[in-house]
């Protein structure tokens, strides 16, 4: 079982960067991949970036391919996104998510996601 608890949202201007951070609980981090997705107002959740256990592998959307970095640091239990060169397009409700412990894979695909943060706010004014 994972606790999922993502900060660092906020309101910028374009062009401006945030770091997202999810904080996780729960012995099982170390050995889970990890995912970041987001959902803006009237469409569904997509894949923004995913990262294996050891943090060796990495995923991103061709979206924020350049602009944004998935990382973690497992001795912290947490994971990060890092986006720089924020668009209008970006924003929308960012959500950490964990697959189960055990997985291989990078997955560009919420159901192969077993537990959700509550999702943290990301509004890239124009």
């Known amino acids: 079982q994972v606790q999922l608890v993502e900060s660092g949202g906020g309101l910028v201007q374009a062009g401006d960067s945030l770091r997202l951070s999810c904080a996780a609980s729960?012995?099982?981090?170390?050995?889970?991949?990890m995912g970041w997705f987001r959902q803006a107002p009237g469409k569904e959740r997509a894949f923004v970036a995913a990262?294996?256990?050891?943090?060796?592998?990495?995923d991103h959307a061709d979206s924020v391919k350049g602009r944004f970095t998935i990382s973690r640091d497992n001795a912290k239990n947490t994971v990060y996104l890092q986006m720089n060169s924020l668009k209008p397009e970006d924003t929308a409700v960012y959500y950490c998510?964990?697959?189960?412990?055990?997985?291989?894979?990078?997955?560009?695909?919420?159901?192969?996601?077993?537990?959700w943060g509550q999702g943290t706010q990301v509004t890239a004014s124009s």
């Open positions: 998510a964990a697959q189960s412990s055990g997985s291989v894979y990078l997955s560009r695909d919420p159901d192969k996601y077993d537990f």
């Open positions: 729960g012995r099982a981090f170390g050995s889970s991949f």
């Open positions: 990262i294996s256990s050891s943090g060796r592998r990495t």
